[in-house]
């Protein structure tokens, strides 16, 4: 397959100029390079306590007055990162004759060992769900208001999917 036909599943709604661009970096092998040059070193946020105290850093920061989080962790059932990175939840629970409901972040496992840039932007992208719950120019300017790169990251954490599905993880060890 020549990179002039070559179609990537998690950059299918970007143009086909584009996707001839990152054809040509992964037929000129390429793509590790220019990833490890932008992205080092992977993020240190291993544990899922650790998850929590990064998510409710960038939460304290941009939306203190937002609904709680009662949940954050590295989800390995995210398995299907075409359709989703991370989710958020709103679980509603009875507890006795009261009715409680928690928020919930969950991010796919696979971004333990991302880049921190990715794992940032995964973890706005489910907090702005706190405010927005729709994927409308409100969640988005909200996203960009906590993460100004936010735009760029997602593209870049495609190609880093994109990566992971042709050659395996981006970092050593």
Do not use: W
């Not at 143009?15 to 490890?36: F, H, N």
């Not at 409710?56 to 962790?73: A, G, H």
């Amino acid at each position: 397959m020549n990179s002039e036909t070559r179609t990537f599943k998690y950059l299918a709604g970007y143009s086909e100029e584009i996707q001839r661009k990152v054809a040509q970096l992964v037929d000129g092998g390429k793509l590790t390079e220019a990833l490890l040059k932008k992205y080092p070193a992977p993020h240190d946020v291993r544990t899922d306590a650790a998850l929590y105290d990064f998510t409710m850093e960038i939460k304290n920061e941009y939306l203190k007055k937002s609904q709680p989080v009662s949940k954050v962790i590295f989800d390995p059932t995210i398995s299907d990162v075409n359709r989703a990175l991370g989710l958020h939840s709103f679980v509603s629970r009875v507890q006795g004759a009261k009715l409680k409901a928690k928020n919930e972040i969950r991010v796919a496992s696979l971004f333990k060992t991302a880049p921190a840039a990715f794992l940032r932007m995964i973890v706005v992208h489910e907090l702005a769900h706190l405010k927005e719950k729709e994927h409308n120019k409100a969640f988005y300017n909200l996203c960009e208001h906590m993460e100004p790169e936010y735009h760029q990251l997602e593209f870049d954490t495609r190609l880093y999917l994109t990566h992971l599905d042709l050659a395996g993880p981006l970092y050593a060890g």
